[in-house]
């Protein structure tokens, strides 16, 4: 009898394994389905993946060298031979330094929302999933976060830890981590309790084992989603903070430190001081119009 017990228990899991297998490829291809028909989101992802594209390839498709600047020839307007997009305060080609400004942009966008989902998904999960004195622990930790608006946030951790890249980035990161535990944390406190959790948990199974197999596959969606939204905001407040000095440094090329270098010039060539800006206006538009699809088509209730 011992010996049968465990054999039916283990196929039983197996056809529970299988079906939620089956379910989970229906969900993600009505998913796709639903993004397919959605002309807004696929619009917004065709938009995102070709400026990735150029950004990717900027050494091949920039036509000058965005370094390279002549007082001769500075603030040249658009439609300029050989300067499309005219040139900056000190005579560099501005399709060049937006095209190049893309990369430590897009970078600075997406590296510290990358790092606080990862950070924030576990400590979320393991929030939601402990609960008890280590959900308090967390949380409350999170809630100290909260307590400051996300922009003074950014400006303080970098201020106090000094201009740079990398201080910009930690300073990101150490901004959206909590909101991410927070979302983490309250899916995974739904999940926790429904039934084929319990079932895993009465089969037997370790706690690892339960989060790895049952609870990750259904939490990593809802906080990806909610993550890629958070692209758009970590984009703005990375530019905001190359304004105000305390992001990239000159001469590197970056939209919002384009921004700020082009201020004093916006009355002798307003169309080329305001590039920067309309780089980062679509591109924020766009990741927050692929994040609101995404969500739609996961039926994602945030």
């Given at each position: 009898m011992s010996s049968t017990t465990p054999t039916a228990a283990e196929a039983e899991l197996a056809v529970q394994a299988?079906?939620?297998?089956?379910?989970?490829?229906?969900?993600?291809?009505?998913?796709?389905?639903?993004?397919?028909?959605?002309?807004?989101?696929?619009?917004?992802?065709?938009?995102l993946l070709a400026m990735f594209l150029v950004i990717v390839l900027a050494p091949l498709?920039?036509?000058?060298?965005?370094?390279?600047?002549?007082?001769?020839?500075?603030?040249?307007?658009?439609?300029?031979?050989?300067?499309?997009?005219?040139?900056?305060e000190l005579g560099r080609d501005m399709l060049t330094r937006l095209i190049h400004g893309g990369r430590l942009s897009w970078?600075?966008?997406?590296?510290?929302?990358?790092?606080?989902?990862?950070?924030?998904?576990?400590?979320g999960v393991l929030a939601g999933y402990a609960g008890g004195r280590v959900n308090m622990a967390i949380m409350r930790t999170t809630d100290v976060f909260y307590a400051f608006p996300s922009v003074l946030l950014a400006v303080a951790i970098s201020?106090?830890?000094?201009?740079?890249?990398?201080?910009?980035?930690?300073?990101?990161?150490?901004?959206?981590?909590?909101q991410i535990i927070r979302v983490a944390e309250s899916v995974t406190t739904s999940v926790r309790n429904l039934d084929f959790v319990d079932a895993a948990r009465a089969s037997g199974a370790s706690a690892f084992t339960i989060v790895r197999v049952h609870v990750l596959?259904?939490?990593?969606?809802?906080?990806?989603?909610?993550?890629?939204?958070?692209?758009?905001?970590?984009?703005?407040l990375s530019s905001g903070l190359s304004f105000l000095g305390l992001g990239t440094k000159p001469p590197e090329p970056e939209w919002g430190?384009?921004?700020?270098?082009?201020?004093?010039?916006?009355?002798?060539?307003?169309?080329?001081?305001?590039?920067?800006?309309?780089?980062?206006?679509?591109?924020?538009?766009?990741?927050?119009?692929?994040?609101?699809?995404?969500?739609?088509a996961m039926d994602v209730k945030g």
């Open positions: 299988r079906q939620a297998a089956a379910r989970s490829r229906g969900y993600w291809a009505g998913v796709w389905k639903r993004v397919r028909r959605d002309p807004v989101t696929i619009a917004c992802a065709v938009v498709v920039a036509p000058h060298d965005p370094y390279q600047g002549s007082m001769i020839r500075r603030l040249r307007g658009l439609g300029t031979t050989n300067y499309p997009l005219g040139t900056d970078f600075m966008g997406i590296v510290p929302v990358a790092l606080a989902f990862v950070i924030g998904t576990t400590l201020g106090a830890l000094g201009a740079g890249i990398f201080n910009a980035i930690l300073a990101l990161t150490l901004v959206f981590v909590p596959g259904n939490v990593l969606g809802p906080i990806f989603v909610y993550a890629t939204g958070l692209i758009s905001v970590c984009m703005i430190l384009m921004l700020n270098t082009l201020r004093t010039a916006i009355y002798v060539q307003p169309w080329v001081a305001v590039l920067p800006g309309a780089c980062i206006f679509v591109t924020s538009i766009c990741f927050n119009m692929l994040s609101d699809g995404l969500r739609q």
